[in-house]
């Protein structure tokens, strides 16, 4: 079975994929989701685009590896299809599949799928009727806004304004040694509906034995569970390009927990009133805050091509459509208009004037896809 490595960004040999010129970068971090489907298990690869890699410009075929017996945790599940950290475990008398995406199973998913992270879970909540048990959103600093201490100072001289009840602390080192090899702090638990965790991603990766070519790198991991990860992929599913991921995240982030100055806390005995006013806010989450509202996701991967794109509608979209002609020739056609005039309203100004320029400069079809891609 052959297994590509794609490593994450800023490690050596690979630059920091897609990082915004504010310094932020945010993106999906873990995905769990259950659903029931008729489908073989290489239906099911077809299904998520996951047939095919292509190495060194030579396509091979995924061979996910077959593992039987019930996991820990996963009861029920009694087969798991595995590549690399890309699972898919299978209940048959149920019919029922799980996906389970670590953090290194997400950058995967996204060099290997044509399908980006809207499609994915507009397919998972629209197609599928599927339960999105958990969704771990990360948000890189590689500016320092603040560091895993500046939380941990915060939280622990009362400046923190949150109805999450407990936080903890990890701090590990080698014996001799001064320096960490693992920093981080968090609020909530593995049972919280919804939890926050901060880390030092560059010590991370050094402790093992990895290069880092970014000389700052925090990560903020907003993990979801249950109905919060469901509302999140539906968020998603129905966003354009998920253009409006960061405001998102700086909301839940803002209505769960504020960081206020230590001298605002001795003006009033009332937290909530102080948290209201963001002149009280300590700069470094006003600014933090005022960043991660500008993100987009970070989910393509450069070398997507439109040639992969085309060829998943045509592969999963078009045999749809004409299940659907045959099943009703009349009413095939009001469903293609209603379809465009859907697409109509989401219209931004960026597809405006890529219309304009189509039309003065009479591009073609393949021309106006590629721009689209971009």
């Not at 599949?97 to 799928?113: D, P």
């Not at 001795?266 to 470094?284: K, L």
Request: charged share 25%; glycine share 6%; with cysteine.
């Amino acid at each position: 079975m052959s297994v590509v490595d794609f490593r994450n960004a800023g490690v050596s040999n690979t630059p920091a994929r897609i990082t915004r010129s504010n310094g932020l970068r945010v993106l999906v971090d873990w995905v769990t989701a259950s659903f029931h489907s008729e489908k073989n298990f290489f239906e099911i690869q077809e299904l998520f685009s996951l047939t095919e890699l292509v190495i060194n410009g030579q396509k091979e075929p995924i061979v996910f590896e077959e593992i039987h017996g019930a996991r820990y945790k996963y009861a029920g599940y009694t087969i798991t299809y595995r590549y690399s950290n890309i699972e898919f475990m299978y209940a048959p008398d149920e019919g029922k599949y799980l996906l389970n995406m670590t953090g290194q199973g997400c950058r995967e998913f996204e060099q290997i799928s044509v399908l980006d992270y809207e499609m994915l879970f507009g397919m998972l909540i629209g197609q599928l009727s599927a339960n999105v048990s958990r969704i771990d959103i990360a948000i890189d600093d590689f500016n320092c806004i603040y560091k895993v201490n500046t939380i941990r100072k915060a939280v622990q001289s009362g400046q923190a304004v949150t109805h999450i009840r407990t936080w903890g602390t990890h701090q590990r080192g080698n014996v001799g040694g001064h320096d960490l090899t693992m920093d981080n702090f968090y609020l909530g638990t593995l049972k919280s509906r919804y939890s926050i965790n901060v880390y030092d991603k560059k010590m991370e990766q050094e402790a093992k034995n990895k290069e880092v070519t970014v000389p700052h790198w925090t990560r903020t991991e907003l993990r979801l569970k249950e109905e919060y990860a469901t509302r999140f992929a539906r968020i998603i599913a129905l966003s354009t390009g998920n253009d409006n991921l960061g405001q998102y995240v700086m909301s839940f982030l803002n209505n769960s927990i504020t960081f206020v100055k230590k001298k605002s806390l001795s003006f009033d005995t009332n937290r909530t009133r102080i948290a209201e006013n963001q002149d009280n806010w300590t700069h470094w989450w006003k600014k933090y805050l005022g960043e991660v509202g500008k993100l987009s996701l970070s989910q393509k991967a450069p070398d997507k091509s439109v040639e992969r794109t085309v060829n998943w509608f045509l592969t999963q979209i078009v045999p749809s459509m004409a299940v659907l002609e045959e099943v009703d020739p009349e009413g095939y056609g009001y469903f293609i208009r209603e379809l465009t005039n859907l697409g109509k309203d989401r219209l931004n100004n960026e597809h405006l004037l890529l219309i304009e320029e189509a039309q003065k400069n009479s591009l073609t079809l393949a021309e106006v896809l590629d721009r689209l891609n971009k």
